[in-house]
T-cell receptor, first 114, second 110 residues
Framework: DVKVTQSSRYLVKRTGEKVFLECVQDMDHENMFWYRQDPGLGLRLIYFSYDVKMKEKGDIPEGYSVSREKKERFSLILESASTNQTSMYLC?????????????FGPGTRLTVL | QKEVEQDPGPLSVPEGAIVSLNCTYSNSAFQYFMWYRQYSRKGPELLMYTYSSGNKEDGRFTAQVDKSSKYISLFIRDSQPSDSATYLCAPRTGGFKTIFGAGTRLFVKA
């Protein structure tokens, strides 16, 4: 059974804190993604990684960075959390060989920044 | 203009009804058209995909793409309470990026 896990379901942080969101997949997928999901806006891509140590900016990378040191793990970092980063964060992975790029999602982390 | 527009609903129907969910898009380069289903407090999961124009049927679900009018539809026959979820249309080009619609919330009442 394919699985993408995220380190926390709920997280509350204070403005200015550095925040780490971790994602692990057990499917040996090359591609991994970080999205945020907000009502009325859908899923917006923050960063994408197609291989270890490789990353590409998505549509809204400002205020975020990522790290991929191992194939199965993709971390999202909020360098200095702000209230407008309160959101649901979803991690996904997909195999490179899939023509339609089916993405497998984790359960999400609901982050609140106070 | 957003690349993908989707009515957020909510859409409430009685059990057994035929449901029609729709999206419009603006990028004529989209080639693959996916529908993801997202249950409450879960991540989205792929329901169906279609390549280019045409119809695809899978059980009670039919996906339809009209590239000439840039219109994507998902039909659910004999809807069940277990179909209550948010449905996201998700077109993409041949590259890595998938564009997700905002999702339509569907409630099927028993």
């Amino acid at each position: 059974d394919v699985k993408v896990t995220q380190s926390s379901r709920y997280l509350v942080k204070r403005t200015g804190e550095k925040v780490f969101l971790e994602c692990v997949q057990d499917m040996d997928h090359e591609n991994m993604f970080w999205y945020r999901q907000d009502p009325g806006l859908g899923l917006r891509l923050i960063y994408f990684s197609y291989d270890v140590k490789m990353k590409e900016k998505g549509d809204i990378p400002e205020g975020y960075s990522v790290s991929r040191e191992k194939k199965e793990r993709f971390s999202l970092i909020l360098e200095s959390a702000s209230t407008n980063q309160t959101s649901m964060y979803l991690c996904a992975s997909s195999p490179r060989t899939s023509s339609y790029n089916e993405q497998f999602f984790g359960p999400g982390t609901r982050l609140t920044v106070l | 203009q957003k690349e993908v527009e989707q009515d957020p609903g909510p859409l409430s129907v009685p059990e057994g009804a035929i449901v029609s969910l729709n999206c419009t898009y603006s990028n004529s380069a989209f080639q693959y058209f996916m529908w993801y289903r997202q249950y409450s407090r879960k991540g989205p999961e792929l329901l169906m995909y279609t390549y280019s124009s045409g119809n695809k049927e899978d059980g009670r679900f039919t996906a339809q793409v009209d590239k000439s009018s840039k219109y994507i539809s998902l039909f659910i026959r004999d809807s069940q309470p277990s179909d209550s979820a948010t449905y996201l249309c998700a077109p993409r080009t041949g590259g890595f990026k998938t564009i997700f619609g905002a999702g339509t919330r569907l409630f099927v009442k028993a």
